[in-house]
């Protein structure tokens, strides 16, 4: 499937008397002016009716005394596959409600070449007068959405402005007053025309050093992985995450969707792995899809060299970009180009925001991060660097430029069918490689692989198959370390956990991840003597949620608990304890003694404390914690509890309460594992309580 799509429809072209397009409400809360509204038109007028040919060629309106007169309409060769109808109309514009930023100096112009898409774009040079001290960018408008969509320039004369479209139709309805203006489709749905108008702003009013924002922000609405490419799309996915993020913008989170950033970390799936970008599995397939459906390099390349035929100077882009975000409060569509040595290097990204001179912009190589700028000092834009992805930066961009972010590069609606994809589950059927992960088990054959493979060896050695794919694989622990692998082979620790298999090409290029539950080592004795084992290198990992009163979960997190390092304080063995959520060099030791589990907050005034008390009865209390205000009670011995790492019992449950707070903590520990489970409970504003905190054990590790 292509987004460029030549796509053979019917011309149905008797023209209105009169244009009346619905708009949508303007946002109050934007000082500047309305991004949707309606344009009302008079006559129109047929300028030039005849054919084009798949050789391309140049057609002139020759119209003496009209003002469209010379508009020069320039088809390359290939655009489209077969020979087609040309019509070119226009339309005196008679009100409009876009706003006093919206003010159009040609009339209301429709172009239809027979087709909905050009496989490669067609520049059209429009004249126009523009006025002393003003500004002019041309803009479509689309029916369908009731937007003004800016347009590139690739051309400007003291009579003219060019620019170019790959697309000349959007919007399908069932009929209506207007389906007497669209290109007819199969089944009776109407696709309809774009209308091409030049816009002009005074040039005291597009104030440079004025804050144009559109709402969208990095760290919530672009993408959380970065662009290292995948085995789909090799030299990264740059276009593709851009407009990716750009499409969910205006098409879920302005429609009330949740933002972006984060949401389908792992796939949207808990536990949530920000540190982790490989099991972002359906959001980077998306990217790369879209990226290799619009064939970014080639059509990127045809589009600089219309930029680069008539050079209009930094200036004229930084414009168009204020004027753009001013007039219709969108993110907009940035190419960049610069060298590598002696290679040419391109590179796309959002401009989201104009600011004293500085286009602020969502680089797919720098997700998350809002100080990324393309300064403008005198005359010109200072060499951005970055790269054509985040294995390659280092490339200095002095060529920017303003780009339209739907065709000929982007077909808006084949990303909204990819989009439905993504929901599917099906996104990249076809496109990525198809593969199974086999393993090694105990009696030495190769098996499918799945959730709760166990082993008595703690060598997990595995297979992608089939083996004429050349796929191999890497592998990372649940706490998204990367293990070595050797021998198409991972050494895992005993016991219950997750390990993380993520597939790539020979390139190590991304080919897709996937998260395996498996118990490895064999299984020893528990030592129950003891309610907190104590040994170097034992760990628990722990996935933590958080509560409002309300009930709605706000926040996850994955952390782990390890025991580091064992030291001798005052002749007394004690074990350094690390939690990876306490910032670096907060220390605490712990030790056994007979009555239980003590604490020594190592470099603090405080004594050491009891913290669990083992063996104990139900009943029991005891003062404990560094200032003694703590209460911690035994509610009971004989629990069974089920957490991801497995069903444990017996189990003691105490109360952790401390004087003058009104939150307590409920702490499950089964004998010669550890801790299990944790809960914490607060007050309500209103009276009682609620389940504020909550974590379970994972996995474990024990020597």
């Given at each position: 499937m292509r987004l460029i799509d030549s796509r053979a429809v019917s011309i149905a072209f008797p023209l209105v008397a009169c244009l009346l397009i619905p708009g949508c409400q303007n946002d109050s809360s934007n000082p500047v002016s309305p991004s949707g509204g309606k344009i009302r038109a008079g006559s129109s007028s047929v300028l030039y009716s005849g054919t084009v040919s798949p050789a391309g060629g140049t057609t002139v309106v020759r119209k003496p005394g009209d003002s469209l007169n010379g508009l020069t309409i320039t088809i390359p060769g290939g655009a489209f596959s077969a020979t087609r109808s040309l019509t070119i109309a226009s339309a005196p514009i008679e009100s409009h409600q876009f706003g006093p930023d919206f003010q159009p100096v040609t009339p209301y112009i429709t172009i239809n070449p027979g087709s909905v898409y050009a496989e490669l774009p067609v520049s059209i040079t429009i004249p126009v007068r523009i006025p002393k001290n003003h500004f002019a960018m041309p803009v479509a408008y689309n029916p369908s959405t009731d937007q003004l969509e800016p347009l590139p320039v690739i051309g400007l004369t003291d009579t003219s402005i060019t620019t170019y479209l790959g697309d000349f139709a959007s919007g399908t309805s069932a009929g209506g007053l207007l389906s007497r203006v669209g290109l007819a489709r199969p089944g009776g749905e109407i696709e309809f025309l774009l209308g091409l108008v030049v816009s002009v702003i005074a040039t005291e009013v597009l104030d440079l050093d004025a804050d144009y924002q559109t709402g969208f922000s990095p760290e919530a609405d672009d993408w959380q992985f970065t662009n290292w490419g995948s085995c789909v799309a090799p030299r990264g996915h740059c276009a593709g995450q851009s407009i990716a993020m750009m499409w969910y913008f205006n098409n879920k989170f302005k429609k009330g969707a949740p933002a972006l950033f984060g949401l389908y970390d792992n796939d949207g799936q808990t536990p949530r792995t920000p540190t982790l970008w490989q099991d972002d599995v359906l959001g980077y397939k998306f990217c790369s899809v879209v990226q290799n459906d619009a064939h970014w390099d080639n059509i990127a390349t045809t589009i600089l060299e219309l930029f680069q035929l008539n050079p209009l100077g930094d200036i004229v882009t930084l414009k168009l970009f204020s004027y753009a975000m001013r007039l219709n409060h969108t993110p907009q569509f940035a190419a960049i180009y610069g060298y590598d040595g002696s290679k040419r290097q391109g590179h796309a990204m959002i401009v989201y925001r104009q600011n004293k001179r500085e286009l602020y912009v969502a680089d797919p190589n720098y997700p998350g991060d809002r100080t990324r700028r393309i300064r403008f000092n005198n005359a010109t834009f200072t060499p951005y660097a970055s790269g054509p992805n985040a294995s390659q930066l280092g490339v200095q961009y002095d060529g920017i430029y303003f780009y339209r972010y739907q065709s000929p590069v982007f077909n808006w609606n084949a990303v909204s069918d990819r989009w439905k994809e993504f929901e599917n589950k099906t996104i990249g059927a076809g496109k990525f490689p198809s593969y199974s992960v086999w393993v090694l088990d105990d009696s030495g054959k190769f098996v499918p692989m799945a959730d709760g493979f166990k082993s008595e060896e703690?060598?997990?050695?595995?297979?992608?198959?089939?083996?004429?794919?050349?796929?191999?694989?890497?592998?990372?622990?649940?706490?998204?370390?990367?293990?070595?692998?050797?021998?198409?082979?991972?050494?895992?620790?005993?016991?219950?956990?997750?390990?993380?298999?993520?597939?790539?090409?020979?390139?190590?290029?991304?080919?897709?991840?996937?998260?395996?539950?498996?118990?490895?080592?064999?299984?020893?004795?528990?030592?129950t003597s003891t309610i907190f084992p104590l040994a170097t290198g034992n760990s628990w990992t722990y996935f933590q949620q958080k509560y409002r009163s309300d009930g709605t979960r706000y926040d996850t997190l994955t952390y782990t608990v390890s025991i580091v390092d064992a030291q001798f304080i005052q002749t007394e063995k004690w074990f350094l304890v690390l939690d990876s959520r306490a910032p670096a060099g907060d220390t605490l030791f712990i030790r056994r003694k007979d009555d239980g589990m003590w604490v020594y907050p190592k470099g603090s005034p405080y004594p050491e404390f009891l913290l669990f008390k083992y063996p104990a009865a139900p009943g029991e209390s005891y003062g404990s914690g560094v200032d003694g205000l703590t209460q911690m009670s035994i509610l009971g011995t004989t629990l069974v509890r089920t957490v991801p790492a497995g069903t444990f019992t017996p189990c003691y449950e105490y109360k952790q309460a401390t004087l003058g707070r009104t939150d307590y903590n409920k702490r499950i520990l089964s004998p010669g594992i550890g801790e299990v489970e944790s809960s914490t409970y607060s007050q309500k504003t209103g009276g009682g309580e609620y389940l504020s905190v909550f974590s379970q054990l994972r996995s474990y590790i024990l020597k």
């Open positions: 703690n060598d997990l050695t595995l297979s992608i198959r089939p083996a004429s794919s050349q796929l191999k694989f890497q592998a990372f622990s649940e706490a998204a370390v990367k293990l070595p692998v050797a021998a198409n082979t991972v050494t895992l620790p005993s016991g219950k956990q997750r390990v993380g298999i993520c597939v790539v090409d020979q390139q190590d290029k991304w080919a897709g991840f996937n998260w395996y539950a498996v118990e490895m080592g064999a299984e020893a004795p528990t030592d």
